[in-house]
């Protein structure tokens, strides 16, 4: 991370031998020249037209028509039909829930305990480096593999986390078996997996607090809570905006941790949207009704994601 | 910063080192069942030193045909973030530093692609794919993370190209580079440092990528995070930990190590940059 602030330093010292080529030709040099701004766009453009804008089209093209699976093709127009269809599938309404309630809970629990142990590991002291390289472990720990693994921790025979629960008298919990523990387990697991990456963003951004503020802060008498409630809070609110977007763009795209913990289970209690859809689309072949939950799950998504960004603007102006 | 006196110091200090056990308690625990024989694996109380086992990494890793598809997963993760690389560092460069008209509207559509979920592009992925005898090969999978690779880069890349002084490329320039010379001489060797550890990103996210991956692959280009999908299935009937925690372990390491390899690479480019500039 810190790699980033070198080339700049480079660059400056590399800029003043480099431009003795003389003034002269100053008439030459066109900043402006949108033709070869182009060139530098067209791979991405062409990539990501081809890749990510078609698919989006075909995708509603799909939702719009009745799906022949002798063909595998879409087949006639019939308009809103496959809409009217999810919207009224129970099933898909509670897995819109199901992916709400873990957002809500999930996002803010990563936040508040990311900047928390950022704080702890901010105290100086000869161990602090190799705890910051350690803590970030988790973070490339493939979320498949940490459902996977979690799962045998909080198995309810032979998991070491009932065992532990057990001699000081609690349990055996049925951590996946339960409803509402299944969804405590997909949070716990998904924030085991992502608070280090918080934690990281965090601590860049606690490390550049400027100092001088909080040495005012002490001569004017401030105690720790009002330093930390109007002092530390408001200049660190870009950051934890800046990471609580990067994590919502995560978040919303839940499914490996999914399907390797709890597949969903039981019941719907843990089904996020995009396992349901993936469920109904390569499993029922119901490709009609997958696409148009997904064209659903695409606009709900972009929208709360505008809404997000001016948000965070707006957080960021404010202070 | 904010701790006074020592005994707060001790308790931030101790509950930073408690923290950072809790969250590698997990990794610790998948190593030791990765060395274990079954009859090790499913006892109460749990043994924390038993004898030590290969056996998950030979006999299943070879029923299994892990190391095929450990070789699948690097070629579809170098693949897509060198594409998306040059892709994504390109765009982010005419994004940042030339003046175009519609540079704020384009800008604003490919961060917003970043937003887009994946499962709405897969059910055409599928069909297309299918429809062209595309589906299980490498450069499928490879295009269907460039979705994904694509706007991260940009986004990462368009801070970084922001923070490089102008004078820089306005130099090259009067040289006598073109726009191409001076990004490829100048602008790419200067962000270095940057484009690596986004690179570095790139390729952790196409390295455990699995929905994408699950409808393209079938058997030939099958990735690990496919594989251990399956292995986690068929954990409910018991019997696979140590087969799953020998995979995760292989999993890991590749991208510690790549890490701490790069590390060194990205130390000497600080020391270069602080020495011979």
């Given at each position: 991370?810190?790699?980033?602030?070198?080339?700049?330093?480079?660059?400056r010292?590399?800029?003043?031998?480099?431009?003795?080529?003389?003034?002269?030709?100053?008439?030459?040099?066109?900043?402006?020249?949108?033709?070869?701004?182009?060139?530098f766009?067209?791979?991405?453009?062409?990539?990501?037209?081809?890749?990510?804008?078609?698919?989006?089209?075909?995708?509603?093209?799909?939702?719009?028509?009745?799906?022949?699976?002798?063909?595998?093709?879409?087949?006639?127009?019939v308009?809103?039909?496959?809409?009217?269809?999810v919207?009224?599938?129970?099933?898909?309404?509670?897995?819109?829930?199901?992916t709400?309630?873990?957002?809500?809970?999930?996002?803010?629990?990563?936040?508040?305990?990311?900047?928390?142990?950022?704080?702890?590991?901010n105290?100086?002291?000869?161990?602090?480096g190799?705890?910051?390289?350690?803590?970030l472990?988790?973070m490339?720990?493939?979320?498949?593999?940490?459902?996977?693994?979690?799962?045998?921790?909080?198995?309810?025979?032979?998991?070491?986390?009932?065992?532990?629960?057990?001699?000081?008298?609690?349990?055996?919990v049925?951590?996946?078996?339960?409803?509402?523990?299944?969804?405590?387990?997909?949070?716990?697991i998904?924030?085991?997996r992502?608070?280090?990456?918080?934690?990281?963003?965090?601590?860049?951004?606690?490390?550049?607090?400027?100092?001088?503020?909080?040495?005012?802060?002490?001569?004017?008498?401030?105690?720790?809570?009002?330093?930390?409630?109007?002092?530390?809070?408001?200049?660190?609110?870009?950051?934890?905006?800046a990471?609580?977007?990067?994590r919502?763009?995560?978040?919303?795209?839940?499914?490996?941790i999914?399907?390797?913990?709890?597949?969903?289970?039981?019941?719907?209690?843990?089904?996020?949207?995009?396992?349901?859809?993936?469920?109904?689309?390569?499993?029922?072949?119901?490709?009609?009704?997958?696409?148009?939950?997904?064209?659903?799950?695409?606009?709900?998504?972009?929208?709360?994601?505008?809404?997000?960004?001016?948000?965070?603007?707006?957080?960021?102006?404010?202070? | 910063?904010?701790?006074?006196?020592r005994?707060?110091?001790?308790?931030?200090?101790?509950?930073?080192?408690?923290?950072?056990?809790?969250?590698?308690?997990?990794?610790?625990?998948?190593?030791?069942?990765?060395?274990?024989?079954?009859?090790?694996?499913f006892?109460v109380?749990?043994?924390?030193?038993?004898?030590?086992?290969?056996?998950?990494?030979?006999?299943?890793?070879?029923?299994?045909?892990?190391?095929?598809?450990?070789?699948?997963?690097?070629?579809?993760?170098?693949?897509?973030?060198?594409?998306?690389?040059?892709?994504?560092?390109?765009?982010?460069?005419?994004l940042?530093?030339?003046?175009?008209?519609?540079?704020?509207?384009?800008?604003?559509?490919?961060?917003?692609?970043?937003?887009?979920?994946?499962?709405?592009?897969?059910?055409?992925?599928?069909?297309?794919?299918?429809?062209?005898?595309?589906?299980?090969?490498?450069?499928?999978?490879?295009?269907?993370?460039?979705?994904?690779?694509?706007?991260?880069?940009?986004?990462?890349?368009?801070?970084f190209?922001?923070?490089?002084?102008?004078?820089?490329?306005?130099?090259?320039?009067?040289?006598?580079?073109?726009?191409?010379g001076?990004?490829?001489?100048?602008?790419?060797?200067?962000?270095?440092?940057?484009?690596?550890?986004?690179?570095?990103?790139?390729?952790?996210?196409?390295?455990?990528?699995?929905?994408?991956?699950?409808?393209?692959t079938?058997?030939?280009?099958?990735?690990?995070?496919?594989a251990?999908?399956?292995?986690?299935?068929d954990?409910?009937?018991?019997?696979?930990?140590?087969?799953?925690?020998?995979?995760?372990?292989l999993?890991?390491?590749?991208?510690?190590?790549?890490?701490?390899?790069?590390?060194?690479?990205?130390?000497?480019?600080?020391?270069?940059?602080?020495?011979?500039?």
């Amino acid at each position: 991370m810190s790699a980033v602030r070198t080339p700049s330093s480079r660059a400056r010292a590399a800029g003043p031998a480099r431009g003795s080529g003389g003034p002269l030709r100053r008439r030459g040099l066109r900043l402006g020249e949108p033709g070869t701004a182009w060139v530098f766009l067209t791979p991405a453009i062409v990539l990501l037209a081809g890749m990510l804008l078609y698919p989006i089209i075909y995708t509603v093209w799909v939702s719009l028509s009745d799906f022949d699976l002798s063909t595998f093709q879409p087949g006639d127009w019939v308009g809103l039909k496959n809409y009217e269809t999810v919207i009224n599938d129970p099933g898909f309404l509670e897995s819109l829930k199901v992916t709400g309630i873990y957002l809500v809970i999930a996002l803010p629990v990563q936040l508040v305990l990311g900047f928390a142990i950022a704080f702890l590991l901010n105290v100086e002291w000869r161990g602090r480096g190799v705890l910051r390289a350690l803590f970030l472990i988790p973070m490339v720990v493939a979320p498949v593999v940490a459902g996977g693994v979690w799962r045998m921790l909080l198995d309810p025979l032979w998991g070491v986390v009932n065992y532990a629960l057990g001699l000081v008298g609690v349990g055996p919990v049925e951590w996946i078996g339960d409803p509402t523990l299944a969804m405590v387990s997909l949070i716990v697991i998904d924030s085991w997996r992502w608070t280090p990456f918080v934690v990281l963003v965090a601590s860049a951004g606690i490390m550049a607090l400027p100092s001088d503020v909080y040495e005012a802060a002490k001569s004017d008498g401030a105690s720790r809570w009002q330093t930390l409630r109007h002092v530390t809070v408001p200049l660190l609110v870009p950051v934890i905006a800046a990471a609580f977007i990067v994590r919502w763009l995560g978040a919303v795209k839940m499914f490996d941790i999914a399907l390797a913990a709890t597949k969903g289970g039981p019941g719907q209690a843990t089904d996020v949207v995009n396992l349901y859809i993936y469920e109904k689309g390569f499993r029922g072949l119901e490709f009609g009704s997958a696409s148009s939950m997904a064209t659903i799950v695409l606009v709900i998504t972009m929208i709360i994601t505008y809404f997000l960004f001016r948000l965070s603007r707006y957080l960021e102006n404010r202070w | 910063m904010v701790s006074s006196g020592r005994l707060g110091r001790a308790a931030a200090i101790g509950g930073a080192i408690l923290a950072t056990l809790v969250f590698l308690f997990p990794v610790i625990y998948m190593v030791g069942i990765s060395f274990k024989l079954p009859r090790d694996i499913f006892t109460v109380p749990p043994r924390w030193f038993s004898e030590l086992t290969f056996d998950n990494y030979t006999s299943y890793f070879h029923q299994a045909r892990i190391l095929p598809r450990m070789v699948n997963t690097v070629i579809v993760a170098a693949g897509s973030a060198i594409v998306s690389m040059v892709a994504g560092a390109m765009a982010g460069y005419a994004l940042t530093r030339m003046r175009m008209r519609g540079a704020g509207v384009m800008a604003g559509v490919i961060l917003a692609s970043r937003a887009v979920p994946p499962i709405a592009l897969v059910v055409p992925m599928f069909l297309v794919a299918r429809r062209l005898g595309l589906t299980d090969q490498y450069i499928t999978v490879i295009l269907a993370y460039v979705t994904f690779l694509v706007p991260y880069v940009v986004w990462l890349m368009r801070a970084f190209f922001r923070s490089l002084p102008k004078e820089l490329e306005e130099a090259a320039m009067l040289d006598g580079c073109g726009r191409f010379g001076a990004f490829f001489r100048i602008i790419v060797p200067c962000s270095l440092p940057g484009l690596i550890s986004t690179m570095i990103y790139c390729i952790i996210l196409a390295w455990e990528e699995l929905l994408f991956a699950l409808i393209l692959t079938n058997d030939k280009a099958v990735t690990i995070p496919v594989a251990i999908a399956g292995i986690a299935a068929d954990t409910e009937n018991g019997g696979l930990w140590g087969p799953l925690a020998a995979v995760g372990v292989l999993t890991v390491l590749p991208v510690v190590i790549f890490a701490l390899v790069v590390q060194k690479y990205l130390v000497k480019g600080l020391a270069d940059g602080a020495t011979k500039g």
